[in-house]
């Protein structure tokens, strides 16, 4: 991001009771807030902070903060639908699908979205390579997963992103550690395969594109990777 650049922002409203500022152009970079307008607030350091991971990794950033202008270009509220696809207050929470995930993936948007991956995968395995079978399998009164739940939940949820494709899982793996080996490589193999699609499709009520895969998956990762940590503090 170069001087006064500006920065395209999708706002998600109503997930999980808070709402998610998306970087539309840097997938992974995101920040919550308990409305709109704290999320956009803490997108600011959300946004440099973003740069000094890639910086960590890279000498050849594609990411420069300057001057810049935050701008919502799109904001989707979040609802609840039912098995008939009718709005209740109990179901399936619709996430976010902007216009913006239209977009099909350049060749450039997936090389980049691959290199963000392998580093976000790192910072995981990293996260959790010092902790005891204890501590990976301690239970948190306040939490649904133990630090081992939630890295399986990781692997199981990039097999759920491709499944809204109907594209191929691989067999799962009794051991979580392989089986995010596993998920990983086949997610990394699917993703050239996807550049210039124009391929939305609706599955259980939801919209899906493979723009929206990169960017839930490096999300995703990053959001539990922040928790682990938390956790292993506590």
């Not at 001057?67 to 009718?86: A, H, K, L, P």
């Not at 399998?137 to 809204?164: F, K, M």
Request: proline share 3%.
């Amino acid at each position: 991001m170069g001087k006064d650049t500006q920065i395209r922002v999708g706002l998600e409203n109503g997930n999980e009771g808070r709402s998610i500022a998306w970087a539309l152009d840097y997938p992974g970079c995101f920040a919550y807030g308990a409305d709109g307008s704290e999320a956009l607030i803490h997108l600011l350091r959300a946004l440099l902070k973003y740069q000094e991971w890639i910086e960590s990794h890279t000498p050849h950033s594609w990411v420069e903060i300057g001057d810049f202008d935050i701008r919502v270009v799109e904001t989707f509220d979040g609802y609840t639908i039912n098995q008939d696809y009718e709005l209740a207050a109990e179901g399936y929470h619709v996430d976010a699908f902007f216009r913006d995930d239209w977009r099909p993936l350049t060749q450039v948007d997936i090389e980049r979205g691959l290199t963000l991956l392998r580093w976000s995968r790192a910072n995981l395995l990293e996260a959790v390579e010092d902790l005891s079978a204890e501590q990976l399998d301690r239970t948190y009164p306040t939490e649904r997963w133990s630090i081992r739940g939630i890295l399986s939940h990781v692997a199981n949820a990039e097999n759920w992103y491709l499944d809204r494709f109907n594209l191929p899982t691989p067999a799962e793996s009794t051991d979580v550690f392989e089986r995010l080996v596993v998920v990983r490589t086949h997610l990394e193999t699917m993703l050239p395969s996807l550049a210039g699609k124009e391929w939305v499709v609706g599955v259980d009520g939801e919209l899906w594109s493979p723009r929206k895969l990169l960017r839930r998956c490096l999300w995703h990762e990053r959001d539990h990777t922040g928790h682990i940590h938390r956790l292993a503090l506590s």
